[in-house]
């Protein structure tokens, strides 16, 4: 059997690697070149992002910006900034990505996006392919255009308020994966030994979350396209990416090519990340900026320096004889151009792509769930959450809130809660989890303001927020055909028990009953004070009748709106004395 | 497409047929062949940037914002729950029981549900403004000994000083004497005992005239006096006792419907007469904002007592007196700078125009400091009318 | 593979084959045998091993018989606890009862638990206690839904001078785990007393037996902590409670238990007399520093809660919430609860405090 090469002895390894380069650089100058640096930058964006998540919990936030990577999106910031015309509290922080990318280009991609990580990771991990597949898979192709398309589509339907760009975000969606899919399974591998680093410590039982599994096999399908072409999701999907390259035609830092250097010999598209032909004409909006291409350089024909003005007008002579010559230098590449800015979109598919978010718009939001005139009774939004147009205006469905929520109670909503508008916008499913009475941590980790940022007295309606009264996520209701005291003659109230209000808002009628076989028996009954109700639904989480609770919570008589509210005198009627 | 041809020919050349991709063996394979220092020099600025990032987040990690752990809110009392307060205890002091007592559960009630605790006399306090009243049990020995003798504690918090002395001196019985010292008023009446001390009123009363309850109301009285925030005694006192010459015994403060006039509130007076004599005749003061008012205020008084009796000249600075009808004395108002001293039930005209004088000088000798806080109450004066209406069944 | 090498080494003769031919032919048919032979033995070996495991009667070694569907399903291990009970033995001089009054909350412990015996009595060196508050809700500790910390510390240091080598805190509550043991002050109060706290996780729970019981003769049981304890305290706050009326020391160890506890509600009392039953103290501490009076088991307003300046100190359990219930909770009057009766027919305690010896004392 052959040896594996990396079970190396240890001062081989190291022999090897502190010899001097054949230029006669010392050493470190390869070991430590700018692409190892990107490895590192992408390693330590990697993990912090993980290590965000992972403190995204109740007993490890603390003060740590959870969302830091959602608020640095420049997509997230500019769509809900079309959405909402208003840039929501940390969202500002997109700068720090803007700036250089008009600076540098799509170093974002490159260095810093940690799904791009995954991908570039994976694609590298699983590749087989020979060199010469390698530079053939690593070619340009018109399919790339189709991200363009998506971020029209997205960025038209922001402006009408259906903020769709969390399906597709990189980070979005890679965080959404994490939480739904990711976590779970990560604790459920986790030894008993290790159940401190668990991404759920101290939750009584495994976390389940709806339609996990589409969630989990979209991941591992999009990471897996990368043994069809490297980087899919970065070259043809990515919203992200497509926003970036857009600017990135400015950016007056790029791959250059020397025209007098260049034999053409397309080594440079060996492990070219972004195919954005650094062979050619470097396609500025496609690069990411990972510097491979000039690893691969042979003839030390590529550079990343300030180029804002290509030099193919500067040749003399003629490519075709051999005789062209740039500043007093022979010209050995056949290809002159060297850069291409914008993306590659044809002026007509632009206005295609608008015309399909024109319509996306109607067709979204005049579908049943997420309508004003039959929204779903299961779409119960967490505390703190803006009324429901506003909501679907600033939601980009990370699924953050439902990461921190420490009793599983949020859900990312599936077609039925919420359509395809509201597709994977947390939702309240009571059979999981319940809303605590004390805890406001989805608010504090909403990166847009879809969960307004609130504190508790907010949330319990005191003091001073006295006099609009507890946020309310809807109204409980009693089905008394299944209720044990009503239906069957069995004591229970469990609901009565765990109702945190104070006054309780179910309480109990004494009442004596004559059951079927003639006995008597003192029962006590359940019924519900809506006026005191906040909708919590820990009374349908208790209720025994587990699979289909005698109790549970609509959305009804929500407080984030006055159209849905129940009794009269609005969301915030008078609180009763106890 | 030819050119293609030769470069796939040239890499398999260089990286041979069997080119491993995911162990390989020298490094990482790049065909580059010069290397510059400079990378090396951005790497380590990236580097720091890094480090810089990994910093700031491990920085904000451990400076989590006050606000989002904060539990306060659901300490707060429910909004419109007459309990409110932010302790039940309210200002007991720690430490009731002793010698053999022990402690019963606080009972803490607002001026609107006052009547549970004490019916029939919660107007009274309530006309001296109560906000709220905490009272507790002391009961002697084990919880299993039925009929142990008690101590009942009630501390009734009236917001200001001068209530706590009108409420005071409204329940104690004539012909017993206070005793004032350190910013307290109190007197012992058998196996009770009751301490007015800065804005509360506290009665200490024994179920039984035994040692053990004698001593433990004595000690608790002597705890209250140290345990409660005192104040100084109303200006008055300075104006009566200092200046007059007066008992502190014999001064108290009415907070509204003084002398059964709709108008006087916020009056303090001072017994003149003995206690033992069938003579009732009484000095008071009442501050006032500016001397406009006080003017004002003066006449209605003198109006007020003209009402009840006949005129019955001037004094030589001109006040009018007026002799009641049935108890022939003679009574009269006057304002001086921004108060009212008037006297009422004086004997002879004499007394009264002496008293009057006095009263004035007394005024104008007050030191800078006692007029300072020689203000009218702040609810006395913004709806005198409400107050008296709401006081007047208690008269 | 090394065939295919051989046989590229030379280019096929034309022609009649030479003996030199003949040679390499016989010996590929050697191979072809040998080759045949092995894969025969191998298939052969594979078929008997496969029919054996799917075949062998089920007492067989290595055998995965299962001919009716029994032997595959789960079989849970069932734990005991140690048949007596974690109770220590009588002790006729002392009281059974102690009630301290005061406000120094750590004198009072020390005292009401000298009046029944001292420390020493309850724990040695070496011992290995679980300490059960109630931390079922998350609340602040002021609004008396939870056991109060300052006592769990003073439990703590308590126990550790008597020299306890682990003390370890565990409950399981109703809200999330993590939130109610930190927003109680719980968590705080064990780190600081240096006790080890317990967090329901899945792996903790074992299935319990308790012969006897009348619903829960096997149920869920939050085992962890148990693992090798020898004395157990309970420490529980004193509480109304909707269903059954009051919620006090006996039905603090409803926090041990795991499964679908909701269902108790069907019969409360039955349950509480089981939870006596399957869990006999070392001693239990009635925390009557607060009394949450009305709304409960959840309070959740301060107007709920008086102050009690109590704490009661018992072996037995019942005995020490019947005090409660007269003395603390003020309903002398009424009847007690139901699960009292059911749980003093199985002679687990004294319902009627007046007839144990109490010891009463005042601190500070």
Partial sequence: MKRLPVIQSVPLAIRAATQTNRDGTPWFARVFRITSWRIVSQAVFFGLFMFLLWVTWFSRLEGYPASLFLELDPLVTFATALSTHTVYRWLWRALWILIPTLLLGRVFCGWMCPYGTLHQFMGWL???????????????????????????????????????????????????????????????????????????????????????????????????????????????????????????????????????????????????????????????????????????????????????????????????????????????????????????VPRRRWVFAGLAGLLAYPFLRFSKAVNAKAYSAKAIRPPGSVAEPEFLERCIKCDQCINVCPTNVLQPSTLAEGGLEGLWTPVMDFRTGFCQLNCTLCSEVCPTGAIQKIDLARKLGKEPHAEVGPIRLGTAFFDRGRCLPWAMETPCVVCEEVCPTSPKAIGAYEVEVTRWDGKKALLKQPYMRPELCIGCGICEHECPVADQPAVYVTAIGESRSKDRSLLLGGPDVQKVKG | MLRRGTVAKRVESRSGVGEGRVFIKDGFRSYRRTYRVGEVYWGIGTGVALLGIVGWVTWKGAHPDPSLFDMSAALQADPGSSSAAASARGPLPAGLAAGGFREGKVGEYSADDLYVKINGRAGFFQSFGVKS????????????????????????????????????????????????????????????????????????????????????????????????????????????????????????????????????????????????????????????????????LARQYQEGFGSVGVPSGKTRAGVP???????????????????????RGAPSAERAQEILESLSTGIGALPPEVRARALPSADATETPQAESAGGSDEH | MSTERRGSRHAPPVGAPSPEDLEQQRQHQLLERRTLLKQAVGVGGACAAAGWLSLAPAGWPLSLRDADGERGKPRATVRQ???????????????????????????????????????????????????????????????????????????????????????????????????????????????????????????????????????????????????????????????????????MTTKNWYGLLGGRRNQFHQDIHGIVADLALMLRPTFVVLDATRVLFRSGPTGGSLSDVRPGHTLVVSRDSLAADAYGWDQLLERKGEALPDYFNQAAARKLGQPDWRKVVLSEVNVG
């Fill in chain 1, 126 to 344: 699983f590749n087989v392919r020979r060199n010469k597949d390698n530079i053939g898979v690593n070619a340009y192709r018109p399919i790339f255009q189709l991200k363009y398309y998506i971020l029209t589509v997205m960025l038209v339907l922001s402006a009408f308020g259906a903020l769709q760009i969390g399906l597709l975000d990189p980070i979005c969606l890679l965080t959404r994966s994490v939480v739904t899919a990711i976590k779970p399974a990560f604790d459920a591998a986790l030894p008993a030994s290790l159940a401190g680093f668990a991404a759920s410590p101290g939750a009584p039982e495994p976390r389940v979350f709806a339609g996990a599994w589409f969630i989990g096999f979209l991941l591992i399908g999009l990471v897996g396209l990368n043994l069809v072409i490297p980087r899919f999701f970065c070259r043809v999907l990515c919203p992200l990416g497509a926003f970036l390259g857009v600017l990135s035609r400015f950016a007056l830092v790029r791959i250059d090519r020397d025209l007098t250097r260049c034999t053409d010999c397309n080594l440079c598209m060996r492990h070219c990340e972004g195919a954005s032909d650094p062979q050619e004409a470097l396609r500025k909006s496609e690069c990411f900026v990972c510097f491979n291409c000039i690893d691969d350089c042979p003839e030390d024909a590529l550079a990343f320096r300030l180029a804002p003005v290509p030099v193919h007008e500067r040749i003399l002579g003629s490519i075709k004889e051999g005789t062209a010559s740039l500043f007093g230098r022979r010209v050995i590449s056949k290809l002159p151009s060297t850069v291409i800015g914008a993306p590659d």
């Fill in chain 2, 133 to 296: 009243l905490h009272a507790v049990t002391l009961e002697a020995g084990p919880a299993s000994e039925a009929n142990a003798s008690s101590i009942d504690i009630e501390v009734y918090d009236l917001g200001e000083s001068r209530n706590a002395i009108g409420a005071y001196n409204g329940e104690r019985p004539p012909g017993i004497e206070s005793l004032v010292s350190d910013g307290s008023t109190f007197h012992f009446d058998r196996n009770a005992a009751f301490l007015a001390r800065g804005a509360y009123y506290i009665r200490f009363i024994g179920s039984d005239e035994s040692e053990a309850v004698v001593a433990e109301v004595q000690r608790l009285l002597e705890l209250f006096r140290r345990e409660i925030a005192g104040a100084a005694l109303p200006w008055a006192f300075s104006l009566f006792v200092d200046q007059l010459k007066l008992s502190p015994s014999a001064v108290t403060y009415v907070k509204n419907n003084a002398f059964s006039f709709g108008f006087a509130g916020d009056v303090y007076k001072a017994t003149l007469s003995a206690a033992d004599s069938t003579e009732d005749m009484e000095a008071f003061v009442v501050a006032r904002a500016d001397a406009e008012s006080a003017g004002a």
């Fill in chain 2, 321 to 343: 007196l007026s002799k009641d009808e049935y108890l022939g004395t003679f009574s009269g108002a006057l304002a001086t700078e921004r108060w009212v001293v008037g006297v």
């Fill in chain 3, 81 to 247: 606890l140690p048949p007596g009970g974690f109770v220590v033995p009588d002790a006729p001089s002392v009281a059974d009862l102690g009630v301290a009054h005061g406000s120094n909350i750590s004198a009072m412990l020390r005292a009401a638990v000298d009046a029944v015996g001292g420390i020493g009595r309850f724990i040695q060196r070496g011992d290995v206690v679980v300490i059960k508050p109630n931390v079922a809700f998350e609340r602040p500790a002021a609004l008396g839904a939870t056991t109060n910390p300052d006592v769990l510390v003073a439990l703590v240091e308590l126990v550790r001078e008597a020299g306890a080598s682990e003390i370890r805190v565990a409950d399981n509550p109703i809200e999330s785990p993590e939130s109610c043991f930190a927003r109680s002050g719980i968590q705080a109060a064990a780190e600081s007393s240096g006790a080890r706290l317990y967090l329901p996780e899945p792996h903790q729970f074992e299935l319990l037996g308790t012969p006897g019981a009348t619903w829960i003769e096997r149920w869920p049981f939050f085992w962890g902590p148990f693992e090798g304890a020898n004395k157990v305290i309970g420490v529980s706050p004193i509480k109304d409670h909707n269903l059954c009326r009051a919620s």
